[in-house]
Protein backbone atom coordinates (compact mmCIF):
# COMPACT_ATOMS: atom_id res chain seq x y z
CA UNK A 1 0.00 0.00 0.00
CA UNK A 2 0.95 3.86 -0.70
CA UNK A 3 0.47 6.56 2.03
CA UNK A 4 1.16 10.13 0.36
CA UNK A 5 3.48 11.61 2.93
CA UNK A 6 4.54 15.14 2.15
CA UNK A 7 7.39 17.10 1.55
CA UNK A 8 8.89 17.55 5.08
CA UNK A 9 8.01 14.30 6.72
CA UNK A 10 9.77 12.64 3.60
CA UNK A 11 12.88 14.97 4.09
CA UNK A 12 12.86 14.17 7.80
CA UNK A 13 12.90 10.77 7.04
CA UNK A 14 15.39 10.35 3.67
CA UNK A 15 17.97 12.69 5.98
CA UNK A 16 17.84 10.06 8.95
CA UNK A 17 17.68 6.72 6.14
CA UNK A 18 21.05 8.78 4.89
CA UNK A 19 22.64 8.26 7.64
CA UNK A 20 22.10 4.53 8.59
CA UNK A 21 18.73 4.97 10.11
CA UNK A 22 15.18 3.99 9.96
CA UNK A 23 11.97 6.17 10.82
CA UNK A 24 8.58 6.27 9.77
CA UNK A 25 5.27 8.37 10.63
CA UNK A 26 3.81 6.77 13.21
CA UNK A 27 0.74 6.77 15.62
CA UNK A 28 -2.29 8.61 14.86
CA UNK A 29 -1.38 9.85 11.76
CA UNK A 30 -0.73 6.55 10.12
CA UNK A 31 -4.47 5.65 11.50
CA UNK A 32 -5.66 9.04 9.86
CA UNK A 33 -4.21 8.15 6.62
CA UNK A 34 -5.99 4.70 6.62
CA UNK A 35 -9.57 6.42 7.33
CA UNK A 36 -9.03 9.14 4.62
CA UNK A 37 -8.61 11.74 6.39
CA UNK A 38 -5.88 14.82 6.72
CA UNK A 39 -3.93 13.92 9.89
CA UNK A 40 -4.14 16.88 12.15
CA UNK A 41 -0.16 15.77 12.75
CA UNK A 42 2.70 14.05 11.75
CA UNK A 43 5.22 12.19 14.45
CA UNK A 44 7.48 10.46 13.33
CA UNK A 45 9.58 6.97 15.23
CA UNK A 46 13.15 6.53 14.39
CA UNK A 47 16.02 4.33 15.27
CA UNK A 48 17.95 7.66 15.58
CA UNK A 49 19.37 8.29 19.36
CA UNK A 50 18.22 11.92 20.64
CA UNK A 51 22.28 12.53 20.21
CA UNK A 52 22.33 11.51 16.69
CA UNK A 53 18.85 13.00 15.93
CA UNK A 54 20.58 16.54 16.88
CA UNK A 55 23.64 16.24 15.22
CA UNK A 56 21.39 15.33 11.83
CA UNK A 57 19.73 17.80 12.22
CA UNK A 58 21.67 20.61 13.13
CA UNK A 59 21.44 22.64 10.63
CA UNK A 60 17.42 22.93 10.94
CA UNK A 61 15.52 24.49 13.80
CA UNK A 62 15.01 22.40 16.36
CA UNK A 63 12.84 22.42 20.04
CA UNK A 64 14.74 19.77 22.48
CA UNK A 65 11.49 19.99 24.79
CA UNK A 66 11.09 16.19 24.89
CA UNK A 67 14.55 15.33 24.86
CA UNK A 68 14.91 13.39 27.81
CA UNK A 69 12.35 11.28 26.67
CA UNK A 70 13.74 11.20 22.98
CA UNK A 71 11.40 13.27 21.11
CA UNK A 72 13.38 16.36 19.11
CA UNK A 73 11.22 18.61 17.55
CA UNK A 74 12.37 19.39 13.60
CA UNK A 75 10.08 22.61 12.58
CA UNK A 76 10.62 22.61 8.75
CA UNK A 77 8.15 25.58 6.80
CA UNK A 78 7.00 26.63 10.29
CA UNK A 79 5.49 23.01 11.16
CA UNK A 80 6.98 21.06 14.10
CA UNK A 81 7.41 17.29 13.83
CA UNK A 82 8.19 15.38 16.72
CA UNK A 83 10.94 12.85 15.83
CA UNK A 84 11.35 10.08 18.93
CA UNK A 85 13.67 7.42 19.40
CA UNK A 86 12.61 3.93 20.11
CA UNK A 87 12.06 3.34 23.76
CA UNK A 88 10.03 0.68 26.19
CA UNK A 89 8.71 2.64 29.44
CA UNK A 90 9.92 1.87 32.72
CA UNK A 91 7.30 1.53 35.60
CA UNK A 92 4.68 3.77 36.09
CA UNK A 93 4.89 4.52 39.63
CA UNK A 94 2.15 7.48 39.53
CA UNK A 95 -0.31 5.09 36.77
CA UNK A 96 0.46 8.54 34.55
CA UNK A 97 4.59 8.61 33.59
CA UNK A 98 7.10 6.39 32.98
CA UNK A 99 9.49 6.53 35.89
CA UNK A 100 12.16 6.07 33.11
CA UNK A 101 12.49 6.04 29.57
CA UNK A 102 15.11 3.13 27.77
CA UNK A 103 15.98 3.49 24.20
CA UNK A 104 16.29 0.77 21.93
CA UNK A 105 16.57 0.11 18.31
CA UNK A 106 13.80 -2.31 18.13
CA UNK A 107 11.11 -1.27 16.46
CA UNK A 108 8.70 -3.76 17.74
CA UNK A 109 9.64 -2.73 21.42
CA UNK A 110 8.50 0.57 20.55
CA UNK A 111 5.04 -0.60 18.93
CA UNK A 112 4.65 -2.89 21.66
CA UNK A 113 4.18 -0.32 24.44
CA UNK A 114 1.45 2.34 22.61
CA UNK A 115 -1.97 2.33 23.61
CA UNK A 116 -4.27 0.88 20.99
CA UNK A 117 -3.91 -1.28 17.70
CA UNK A 118 -5.31 1.27 15.43
CA UNK A 119 -2.91 3.75 17.20
CA UNK A 120 0.56 1.32 17.00
CA UNK A 121 0.62 1.19 12.71
CA UNK A 122 3.41 3.40 11.14
CA UNK A 123 4.49 3.48 7.47
CA UNK A 124 7.03 4.22 5.19
CA UNK A 125 8.37 4.36 1.83
CA UNK A 126 10.81 1.68 1.82
CA UNK A 127 8.93 -0.31 4.44
CA UNK A 128 5.43 -0.01 3.90
CA UNK A 129 2.84 -0.63 6.26
CA UNK A 130 4.11 -2.01 9.64
CA UNK A 131 1.19 -3.40 11.74
CA UNK A 132 2.35 -6.09 14.58
CA UNK A 133 -1.18 -6.13 16.03
CA UNK A 134 -3.59 -5.91 13.63
CA UNK A 135 -4.32 -2.17 13.58
CA UNK A 136 -5.71 -1.99 10.09
CA UNK A 137 -8.15 -4.93 10.65
CA UNK A 138 -9.85 -3.19 13.69
CA UNK A 139 -9.73 0.32 11.82
CA UNK A 140 -11.79 -2.02 9.51
CA UNK A 141 -13.85 -3.70 11.82
CA UNK A 142 -14.44 0.23 13.77
CA UNK A 143 -13.31 -1.50 16.92
CA UNK A 144 -10.85 0.01 19.27
CA UNK A 145 -8.91 -2.58 21.33
CA UNK A 146 -5.83 -2.22 23.43
CA UNK A 147 -1.86 -3.22 22.56
CA UNK A 148 -1.19 -6.16 24.26
CA UNK A 149 -2.60 -6.68 28.06
CA UNK A 150 -5.64 -4.06 28.01
CA UNK A 151 -5.29 -3.93 32.15
CA UNK A 152 -1.53 -3.48 31.71
CA UNK A 153 -2.26 -0.80 29.25
CA UNK A 154 -4.21 1.03 31.76
CA UNK A 155 -2.23 0.32 34.84
CA UNK A 156 0.55 2.65 33.28
CA UNK A 157 -1.06 5.19 32.17
CA UNK A 158 -4.74 5.83 33.55
CA UNK A 159 -4.96 8.47 30.76
CA UNK A 160 -5.34 5.63 28.70
CA UNK A 161 -8.58 4.86 29.66
CA UNK A 162 -9.79 8.43 28.83
CA UNK A 163 -8.56 8.66 25.14
CA UNK A 164 -10.10 4.78 24.71
CA UNK A 165 -13.73 6.71 25.54
CA UNK A 166 -12.38 9.70 23.23
CA UNK A 167 -11.78 7.68 20.24
CA UNK A 168 -14.60 5.34 20.47
CA UNK A 169 -16.78 8.38 20.46
CA UNK A 170 -15.30 10.06 17.85
CA UNK A 171 -14.63 7.71 15.49
CA UNK A 172 -17.85 6.04 16.52
CA UNK A 173 -16.02 2.45 16.92
CA UNK A 174 -17.19 -0.20 19.49
CA UNK A 175 -14.69 -0.86 22.54
CA UNK A 176 -13.40 -4.49 22.53
CA UNK A 177 -14.82 -6.89 25.09
CA UNK A 178 -11.75 -7.25 27.32
CA UNK A 179 -10.48 -3.69 26.79
CA UNK A 180 -13.79 -2.31 27.53
CA UNK A 181 -13.68 -5.01 30.97
CA UNK A 182 -10.25 -3.56 31.82
CA UNK A 183 -11.42 0.24 31.52
CA UNK A 184 -14.28 -0.39 34.21
CA UNK A 185 -11.76 -2.62 35.92
CA UNK A 186 -9.29 0.11 36.38
CA UNK A 187 -11.59 3.24 36.01
CA UNK A 188 -10.22 3.81 39.67
CA UNK A 189 -6.85 5.05 38.49
CA UNK A 190 -8.42 7.99 36.58
CA UNK A 191 -7.99 9.85 39.70
CA UNK A 192 -4.09 10.19 38.97
CA UNK A 193 -5.48 11.96 36.13
CA UNK A 194 -5.07 15.93 36.37
CA UNK A 195 -8.55 18.22 35.85
CA UNK A 196 -6.35 19.19 32.86
CA UNK A 197 -6.26 16.37 31.01
CA UNK A 198 -9.48 15.13 32.21
CA UNK A 199 -10.94 18.07 30.56
CA UNK A 200 -9.21 17.95 27.36
CA UNK A 201 -10.37 14.30 26.58
CA UNK A 202 -13.96 14.87 28.27
CA UNK A 203 -14.61 17.97 25.56
CA UNK A 204 -13.26 15.70 22.76
CA UNK A 205 -15.86 13.14 23.71
CA UNK A 206 -18.36 15.29 24.49
CA UNK A 207 -18.19 16.33 20.70
CA UNK A 208 -17.91 13.09 19.26
CA UNK A 209 -20.50 11.55 17.15
CA UNK A 210 -21.43 8.43 19.81
CA UNK A 211 -20.43 10.43 22.52
CA UNK A 212 -24.31 9.61 23.93
CA UNK A 213 -23.63 6.05 23.67
CA UNK A 214 -20.03 6.27 25.61
CA UNK A 215 -21.72 8.43 28.56
CA UNK A 216 -24.68 5.94 28.73
CA UNK A 217 -22.11 2.48 28.19
CA UNK A 218 -19.28 4.11 30.16
CA UNK A 219 -21.15 6.26 33.08
CA UNK A 220 -19.87 4.77 35.90
CA UNK A 221 -16.37 4.94 34.48
CA UNK A 222 -16.33 8.70 33.56
CA UNK A 223 -18.15 9.07 37.26
CA UNK A 224 -14.39 8.61 38.35
CA UNK A 225 -12.31 11.57 36.66
CA UNK A 226 -15.84 13.48 36.71
CA UNK A 227 -17.77 13.02 39.77
CA UNK A 228 -20.95 15.12 39.02
CA UNK A 229 -21.80 12.59 36.54
CA UNK A 230 -22.59 10.11 39.17
CA UNK A 231 -25.46 12.32 40.39
CA UNK A 232 -27.03 12.70 36.20
CA UNK A 233 -29.86 10.66 34.79
CA UNK A 234 -27.75 9.74 31.47
CA UNK A 235 -30.07 7.18 30.65
CA UNK A 236 -32.55 9.97 30.34
CA UNK A 237 -30.20 11.71 27.99
CA UNK A 238 -32.46 12.65 24.85
CA UNK A 239 -30.64 12.28 21.03
CA UNK A 240 -27.28 14.74 20.69
CA UNK A 241 -27.80 15.27 17.08
CA UNK A 242 -26.77 19.21 15.44
CA UNK A 243 -25.66 20.45 19.51
CA UNK A 244 -22.37 20.92 19.92
CA UNK A 245 -19.81 19.70 23.06
CA UNK A 246 -20.33 22.69 24.98
CA UNK A 247 -24.42 21.93 24.60
CA UNK A 248 -24.34 18.63 25.42
CA UNK A 249 -22.47 19.24 28.40
CA UNK A 250 -24.83 21.57 29.62
CA UNK A 251 -27.84 19.80 28.55
CA UNK A 252 -26.15 16.64 31.47
CA UNK A 253 -26.51 19.14 34.07
CA UNK A 254 -29.92 20.32 32.73
CA UNK A 255 -31.41 16.89 33.10
CA UNK A 256 -30.69 17.51 37.15
CA UNK A 257 -33.23 19.32 39.13
CA UNK A 258 -33.72 23.06 37.90
CA UNK A 259 -32.81 24.48 41.60
CA UNK A 260 -28.85 22.97 41.51
CA UNK A 261 -28.51 22.43 38.36
CA UNK A 262 -26.35 25.67 36.98
CA UNK A 263 -24.71 25.44 40.75
CA UNK A 264 -23.37 21.79 39.82
CA UNK A 265 -22.33 23.13 36.54
CA UNK A 266 -20.18 25.69 38.08
CA UNK A 267 -18.37 23.34 41.00
CA UNK A 268 -17.81 20.57 37.86
CA UNK A 269 -16.01 23.07 35.51
CA UNK A 270 -14.19 24.98 38.47
CA UNK A 271 -12.77 21.10 39.45
CA UNK A 272 -12.05 20.55 36.06
CA UNK A 273 -10.15 24.04 35.63
CA UNK A 274 -12.00 24.92 32.78
CA UNK A 275 -11.77 28.60 31.52
CA UNK A 276 -13.98 31.40 33.44
CA UNK A 277 -15.91 32.94 30.84
CA UNK A 278 -17.15 29.42 29.77
CA UNK A 279 -18.15 28.64 33.75
CA UNK A 280 -20.39 31.84 33.74
CA UNK A 281 -21.86 31.25 30.14
CA UNK A 282 -22.88 27.73 31.21
CA UNK A 283 -24.21 28.92 34.53
CA UNK A 284 -26.16 31.86 32.89
CA UNK A 285 -27.70 29.71 29.79
CA UNK A 286 -28.91 27.20 32.81
CA UNK A 287 -30.03 29.74 34.65
CA UNK A 288 -32.54 30.32 31.99
CA UNK A 289 -33.47 27.06 30.46
CA UNK A 290 -36.55 27.17 32.97
CA UNK A 291 -37.91 30.77 32.03
CA UNK A 292 -41.26 30.78 31.99
CA UNK A 293 -42.23 32.58 28.34
CA UNK A 294 -39.83 32.38 25.57
CA UNK A 295 -42.91 32.79 23.40
CA UNK A 296 -42.79 36.45 21.77
CA UNK A 297 -40.58 38.22 20.32
CA UNK A 298 -40.36 40.47 23.77
CA UNK A 299 -39.12 37.93 25.77
CA UNK A 300 -36.09 36.46 23.10
CA UNK A 301 -34.89 40.00 22.72
CA UNK A 302 -34.71 39.39 26.52
CA UNK A 303 -32.96 36.05 26.22
CA UNK A 304 -30.66 37.68 23.63
CA UNK A 305 -30.07 40.57 25.62
CA UNK A 306 -28.76 38.14 28.88
CA UNK A 307 -26.96 35.51 26.66
CA UNK A 308 -25.96 37.10 23.01
CA UNK A 309 -26.66 34.89 19.65
CA UNK A 310 -24.85 31.98 21.11
CA UNK A 311 -25.89 31.53 24.36
CA UNK A 312 -29.50 31.91 23.20
CA UNK A 313 -29.27 28.89 20.59
CA UNK A 314 -27.76 27.50 23.15
CA UNK A 315 -30.36 27.72 25.59
CA UNK A 316 -33.37 27.17 23.31
CA UNK A 317 -31.84 24.50 21.35
CA UNK A 318 -31.29 22.63 24.84
CA UNK A 319 -35.16 23.77 25.74
CA UNK A 320 -35.73 21.64 22.46
CA UNK A 321 -34.03 18.28 23.50
CA UNK A 322 -35.93 18.58 27.05
CA UNK A 323 -39.60 19.30 25.39
CA UNK A 324 -39.51 22.37 27.36
CA UNK A 325 -40.31 24.79 23.76
CA UNK A 326 -41.25 23.67 20.46
CA UNK A 327 -38.47 23.57 17.37
CA UNK A 328 -40.23 26.24 15.70
CA UNK A 329 -38.74 28.86 18.75
CA UNK A 330 -35.68 27.93 17.27
CA UNK A 331 -36.59 29.08 13.97
CA UNK A 332 -38.08 32.53 15.78
CA UNK A 333 -34.90 33.16 16.79
CA UNK A 334 -33.14 33.04 14.12
CA UNK A 335 -35.98 34.97 12.16
CA UNK A 336 -36.05 38.07 15.20
CA UNK A 337 -31.52 37.75 15.12
CA UNK A 338 -31.82 38.52 11.09
CA UNK A 339 -34.09 41.71 11.74
CA UNK A 340 -31.41 42.89 13.78
CA UNK A 341 -33.01 43.76 17.69
CA UNK A 342 -31.96 46.02 19.55
CA UNK A 343 -30.92 43.62 22.58
CA UNK A 344 -27.82 45.56 23.91
CA UNK A 345 -26.68 49.49 24.65
CA UNK A 346 -24.31 49.58 21.58
CA UNK A 347 -27.68 49.00 19.52
CA UNK A 348 -29.32 52.07 20.87
CA UNK A 349 -29.73 54.60 18.27
CA UNK A 350 -28.79 58.15 20.52
CA UNK A 351 -25.27 57.46 23.38
CA UNK A 352 -23.99 59.08 26.21
CA UNK A 353 -22.85 61.61 24.15
CA UNK A 354 -26.66 62.48 23.65
CA UNK A 355 -28.01 62.16 27.00
CA UNK A 356 -24.73 64.67 28.21
CA UNK A 357 -26.34 67.15 25.61
CA UNK A 358 -29.42 67.13 27.88
CA UNK A 359 -27.83 67.53 30.87
CA UNK A 360 -27.33 64.16 32.08
CA UNK A 361 -24.55 63.18 34.11
CA UNK A 362 -22.41 60.67 35.40
CA UNK A 363 -24.32 57.87 36.46
CA UNK A 364 -27.61 58.90 35.14
CA UNK A 365 -26.20 58.61 31.78
CA UNK A 366 -25.77 55.02 31.84
CA UNK A 367 -29.38 54.70 34.02
CA UNK A 368 -31.10 56.61 31.38
CA UNK A 369 -29.22 54.13 28.45
CA UNK A 370 -30.36 51.15 30.43
CA UNK A 371 -33.94 52.46 30.97
CA UNK A 372 -34.04 53.37 27.17
CA UNK A 373 -32.69 49.44 26.21
CA UNK A 374 -35.40 48.57 27.77
CA UNK A 375 -38.20 50.43 26.83
CA UNK A 376 -36.98 49.46 22.96
CA UNK A 377 -36.96 45.81 24.38
CA UNK A 378 -40.54 45.67 25.47
CA UNK A 379 -41.96 47.57 22.54
CA UNK A 380 -42.50 50.95 24.59
CA UNK A 381 -40.49 52.95 21.91
CA UNK A 382 -39.45 52.78 18.28
CA UNK A 383 -35.53 52.50 18.48
CA UNK A 384 -34.87 56.14 16.46
CA UNK A 385 -33.16 58.99 18.04
CA UNK A 386 -36.31 61.66 18.15
CA UNK A 387 -38.38 59.04 19.63
CA UNK A 388 -35.99 57.32 22.22
CA UNK A 389 -35.21 61.82 23.13
CA UNK A 390 -39.00 62.12 23.48
CA UNK A 391 -39.86 59.16 25.53
CA UNK A 392 -36.94 60.23 27.64
CA UNK A 393 -38.53 63.64 28.10
CA UNK A 394 -42.00 61.96 29.02
CA UNK A 395 -40.71 60.24 31.40
CA UNK A 396 -37.88 62.21 33.01
Known amino acids: MHIELNKDVLYIIDTLKRHGHRADAVGGCVRDFLMGKP ?30 H ?48 VNAMCYSPDHGLTDLYGGREDLERGIIRAVGEAAKRFTEDALRILRGLRFSSTLGFEIEEKTAAAMRGCAHLLSFVSAERVLVEWRKLLGGKDARRILTQFSEVLAVAIPALSEIPVEDLPPLDDLNAEERMLLLFALLPKEVAAVRFEECALALRSDKASIRRGTEILSHLHDADLGTDESLSYLLHDLGEGGARAALSIRVRLRLCAPSRLVALEKWIEKRPCTALSDLAVDGKALAALGYRGRAIGDALQELLFAVMSGKVENRPDALLSYLGAVK
Do not use: C, N, Q, W
Open 39 to 68: PFDIDITTSASPDEMKRIFADERTVETGIK
Open 70 to 117: GTLTVVLHGTPYEVTTYRVDGEYADHRHPDEVIFTETLSEDLARRDFT
